[in-house]
């Protein structure tokens, strides 16, 4: 498990570089290489690599016209926990034919924050949606045991609207970036 992550940390990193993105060192800089329920806080380092990695990042498939999601969109709006309402911005990293490789999943809750992968895929022919959790990148201080919740819904060109999958938690909508 620790080598997907530390992969998955590399291939964010190459996708940022070459789209320029930056996005967000520190949230590089925190990704767990532990379990990522017990909040350990180990960091990895660059995974190394090769052509390989480049080469698979580069060539990431092309999703379906009706897609709406291609790496680089950032989606943002708000969902519904136990918290109350919070704040979600959803970045698509990876992508291969209509299957979301990896996305980050940040959000605020009153200033509680945190970030973690999420994955899955789009059914062109329905406009189903669904993303699974996958690592923390960074669980919120003081929250070890924060419960990784998925996403299920439909997207447009521009809204993913749906439910969190989670019994602690209920809708959400966002709306693509422009």
């Not at 070459?18 to 660059?46: E, F, Q, V, W």
Request: aromatic share 8%; net charge negative; proline share 4%.
């Amino acid at each position: 498990m620790p080598e997907e992550v530390l992969v998955r940390a590399f291939v964010f990193a190459i996708v940022c570089s070459s789209l320029s993105l930056g996005c967000g060192g520190k949230i590089l800089a925190g990704t767990s290489t532990g379990d990522g329920a017990n909040g350990d806080g180990a960091s990895s380092g660059n995974a190394g690599g090769g052509a390989t990695q480049t080469a698979d990042a580069a060539d990431a498939g092309t999703p379906s016209a009706n897609d709406p999601f291609h790496v680089g969109d950032d989606w943002s709006g708000k969902f519904i926990c136990e918290g109350g309402p919070a704040d979600l911005d959803l970045h698509i990293v990876a992508m291969h034919d209509d299957e979301i490789d990896d996305a980050l999943f940040q959000f605020d809750l009153d200033g509680v924050t945190g970030s973690y992968h999420v994955y899955g895929d789009f059914d062109s022919a329905t406009a189903a949606v669904n993303l699974a959790p996958g690592e923390w990148i960074s669980l919120p201080t003081g929250y070890a045991n924060w419960p990784l919740v998925g996403m299920t819904g439909t997207a447009s060109a521009d809204s993913f609207t749906g439910m969190m999958t989670s019994t602690a938690c209920g809708e959400f909508a966002l709306t693509k970036e422009r």
